[in-house]
């Protein structure tokens, strides 16, 4: 089954948003083999391909100002994890997380007939971008993180996060929780970006499309399993934790474009994290959204054409890809 309620007014409200960026993605719809589930992947532009990986509560139209930027150079595969968007529904509860994000990105891959791909991600994103790094390195050229990944050892642990973890209550909040403009705009205001949305840089239509997300789609009941998955009610489990210990085992070349006053882990927390990371570079950015290219997707995409272009000077070189 499709993880979705009534996905007309959720379509409707995505379509519009990628009008608004003047892109119109492709459609796919991939069947995995491990776990077995049906998930769906919009592609964009051509070159080499980059994965994004999304945070939650959200989906692959998360990602539609900055693809529509990147996609001159690269193909863009924005993935609606299980559980999240159009994809169909997966319980992250049901065993290792880190095994079962490693087989869902694998079979990914393998469906897409990938053999190796650039990862760029964001929150519980950059998490799963971690261990999959971590568990297949010959399949991970690099690595953007956008924002503080999740799990992050010695980032904060918000309130919202341990509610979220704690089974039965979580999805009682999710049902009596409002789902609204209003209320949209006060849950990105608090992760830092109410200024983009009083000038514009966030339009209106991008938060019509993430009421409809939340009210048409199943997302947020999975972003509370996969909450309940690494976190409990003490904090981070584990088996989860994003620890120096894990950050030292990240080889590929990685690239951090960070928020100062990112609310889930500011400049302190980004420089520490750039620090314990081998081979990364770090570049802070003003302001405190938590979704940096939210609030200024040109800049982001600038910063990360500059790390990528080795990536595309290699594929122009093997496989004869234009680059533009």
């Known amino acids: 089954m499709v993880n979705n309620k009534s996905t ?98 694998d079979s990914t891959l393998d469906a897409l007939a990938l053999d190796q791909v650039s990862l760029v991600a964001s929150s519980s994103g950059g998490a799963m971008a971690y261990w999959y790094a971590m568990a297949r390195p010959q399949r991970v050229r690099r690595i953007v993180q956008l924002g503080a990944p999740f799990v992050l050892e010695g980032a904060p642990v918000h309130m919202s996060n341990r509610l979220l973890a704690v089974p039965r209550l979580n999805q009682f909040l999710i049902g009596v929780l409002p789902v609204n403009l209003k209320a949209m705009r006060s849950v990105y205001s608090q992760i830092g970006h109410g200024p983009a949305i009083e000038d514009g840089r966030i339009p209106a239509c991008f938060l019509e499309w993430s009421v409809q997300l939340s009210a048409e789609t199943d997302t947020m009941a999975t972003t509370a399993n996969l909450v309940e998955a690494c976190m409990s009610w003490g904090g981070i489990r584990p088996e989860a934790i994003i620890d120096q210990a894990a950050l030292a085992r990240i080889t590929q070349p990685t690239q951090y474009i960070w928020s100062e006053g990112d609310p889930d882990g500011d400049a302190t927390v980004a420089r520490e994290t750039a620090k314990r990371t081998p081979n990364s570079e770090l570049h802070l950015l003003p302001g405190n959204g938590h979704l940096p290219w939210l609030d200024a997707a040109g800049e982001v995409a600038a910063l990360m054409y ?19």
Do not use: M
């Open 8 to 105: 007309r007014p959720y379509r409707d409200a995505e379509t519009t948003l990628w009008h608004y960026y003047k892109a119109q993605p492709q459609e796919n719809y991939l069947q995995l083999e491990r776990p077995q589930r049906r998930l769906r992947v919009q592609v964009l532009g051509e070159g080499p391909p980059l994965l994004f990986l999304h945070g939650s509560p959200s989906c692959g139209t998360i990602w539609a100002a900055l693809a529509a930027e990147l996609s001159a150079c690269y193909r863009c595969f924005l993935l609606d994890l299980p559980g999240f968007g159009l994809s169909e529904a997966l319980d992250y509860r049901s065993g290792d997380i880190q095994a079962l994000v490693t087989e869902i990105i």
């Open 306 to 324: 500059s790390f990528l272009q080795p990536v595309a000077t290699d594929d122009k070189v093997k496989q004869g890809t234009q680059i533009r």
